[in-house]
């Protein structure tokens, strides 16, 4: 464990989309040049949510008031859009996927008095690292140097969002990004596969040792509850085998983000993050595929980044998802021509 430099987060209310964060987040590193990141969102309700996918060269801006970031995208993405206003997660053609998860007791830090620091929206918070960057190692450094503020709304009547983050590039190495007590941790390497949510990472270790010496093939905490989701997926992802092809390695994958799928239709009353799996996504980082499937789909759909165009002036497409209940199979000839979303500042 490494606690970055200082990095400033504004103790302001998130946005709207990140209602449904509350997930569970496994990494299945293969032998055989294979690195899958799979992702459950879990909330209480139905969350909109909208593919897009943005090529290279498009001007951004992390914010609609100075001061801010600007930026122009180095890498193309496909990017998860809730509520047609903020990229939930996502991962770019260099093979980097970025995935946001509930954490209540997170703390951030706030503004200096004074401060003048760039603010970043909750809406373009992902695709900023998206979009500049192809490796954890490069995040990390970038992290170290570049403190800011963040910025966004509540949702849920007022209810503030409360995040950490996972990173993984195509090697399998993992940058989680956490906040304890008012200061940014992260955790960097390739035994960081498992991530769900509260409490910090640290303390959800020393509640996955206790299993670990229980073993696993003894018994296994069987609730929704967040530690319980953490000690399932962090003991059968670290016992499917790492030798598979591809399909049976997307297989296992998808076998034990079942472990931590929540039932649909099932919430704990006051814990709107224990709630129903509204959906699942696979990011395929090795070989570019994004695959995503909704609770009440009747299978899964995926784009295939290999037959994209992300080069600068290619346009910015949509995979509209309102009905996506006959969603199967490759999507990429269901993508239209869009302007992009408009962030929910």
Known sequence: MKITKTF???????????????????????????????????????????????????????????????????????????????????????????????????????????????????????????????????????????????????????????????????????????????????????????????PALNQMEAINAYWENVGGTHALPGTVRSSDRFARASFFIHQVPTDFEYPQALGALNSVMGTVTVPYGYHIEGEPNLSSTQWHSTSDLTGGKYYFSFADNISYFYIDLGRLRFNPGAPILKLDTTDHLDFAGCVNDKLKVTEGFKPMW
Not at 12 to 27: I, P
Not at 39 to 45: E, G, I, P
Not at 124 to 141: C, G, K, P, Q, R
């Open 8 to 198: 400033i987060v504004a103790a302001l209310a998130l946005g709207s989309w990140f209602a449904a964060d509350a997930c569970s987040r496994v990494v299945y590193i293969g032998e055989k040049n294979i690195t899958l990141v799979g992702r459950t969102l879990d909330w209480r309700t139905p969350i909109p949510t909208n593919i897009y996918v943005y090529p290279q060269g498009v001007a951004k801006t992390s914010t609609n008031a100075e001061p801010c970031f600007n930026w122009v995208s180095k890498y193309g993405s496909v990017v998860a859009v809730g509520y047609d206003g903020g990229v939930t997660e996502g991962m770019n053609e260099a093979g980097l996927a970025m995935n946001g998860l509930f954490c209540k007791n997170s703390v951030y830090t706030s503004q200096p008095e004074g401060g003048h620091l760039p603010v970043m929206s909750m809406a373009m918070f992902v695709s900023y690292f998206l979009d500049n960057f192809a490796t954890v190692a490069e995040v990390d450094a970038w992290l170290k140097d570049n403190p800011f503020v963040i910025s966004g709304q509540t949702f849920d009547g007022g209810t503030v969002s409360l995040l950490h983050w996972g990173i993984t590039d195509a090697t399998g190495e993992t940058l989680v990004m956490e906040y304890v007590d008012g200061k940014l941790t992260t955790y960097r390497g390739k035994q960081y596969q498992v991530l769900t949510n509260d």
